[in-house]
């Protein structure tokens, strides 16, 4: 089993829905990543978090520390969110320095 | 500030062939780390280090090697390449205190293209 499941694996949505990409590990954490990956390959970190919530634009990120688990919310979704959608966890303890990444959720967002 | 910096952008290896992987930041980052990302596998750690002088291997760090002379520079080596080693490289920094846990955003190079024939 993986350390760092995410779901769903792809997902197609039409503009302006609201859209949920979760992520779920099995390991102690002291951070966990949401980046973006747009086609052409740059990745970009949208939040990093350790507990609670994080607002950006459209885009907020939670994550439950007891149930190990996280999610990815875009609001008024829009063609230019096309992109992948990676959850990455740095491990606690002595391996804190150590990431492990999700294989990614690809969104379209269909105009 | 020009961020994460990686170079060449593509290349292309025979089987056998030795070459580095260039990663260079500008943000006095003390954390950084290379990555290969395979199709349906996702990003994976080959090596990371906290600061100049320190390295340490990832999850996949069999046929690289990384050294750490400045705060600046994290080349990547490939000691003799081979079919397996074709992949995307992508160079990642941060500023992460060596007394603290890993808590900071990361910041990712635009990769390297690399194909072993």
């Known amino acids: 089993k993986n350390e760092v499941e995410q779901s769903p694996q792809n997902l197609t949505a039409q503009e302006g829905e609201f859209i949920t990409i979760n992520c779920s590990y099995s390991?102690?954490?002291?951070?966990l990543h949401w980046l973006q990956q747009h086609p052409g390959g740059g990745i970009v970190s949208l939040f990093m978090?350790?507990?609670g919530k994080k607002k950006h634009g459209r885009l907020i990120a939670t994550i439950n520390i007891q149930e190990k688990h996280s999610s990815l919310h875009i609001t008024a979704s829009h063609p230019r969110d096309s992109a992948v959608y990676i959850c990455?966890?740095?491990?606690?303890?002595?391996?804190?320095?150590?990431?492990?990444f999700g294989k990614g959720t690809l969104l379209t967002v269909n105009p | 500030n020009a961020g994460v910096t990686q170079t060449p952008k593509f290349q292309v290896l025979k089987t056998g062939q030795s070459m580095t992987l260039q990663c260079a930041q500008d943000?006095?980052?003390?954390?950084m780390s290379w990555y290969r990302q395979d199709p349906g596998m996702g990003l994976r750690l080959i090596h990371y280090?906290?600061?100049?002088?320190?390295?340490d291997q990832g999850e996949v760090p069999n046929g690289y090697n990384v050294s750490r002379s400045t705060t600046e520079d994290f080349p990547l080596r490939l000691l003799s390449a081979a079919p397996s080693q074709t992949s995307v490289y992508f160079c990642?920094?941060?500023?992460?205190?060596?007394?603290?846990?890993?808590?900071?955003?990361?910041?990712f190079g635009n990769g390297t293209r690399l194909t072993v024939t």
């Open positions: 990642a920094s941060s500023y992460s205190s060596r007394r603290s846990s890993y808590n900071s955003p990361l910041h």
């Open positions: 390991v102690g954490i002291s951070a």
């Open positions: 978090l350790s507990s």
């Open positions: 990455a966890v740095a491990h606690s303890g002595g391996s804190n320095y150590k990431l492990t």
């Open positions: 943000m006095n980052h003390e954390y």
């Open positions: 280090s906290v600061g100049a002088g320190i390295t």
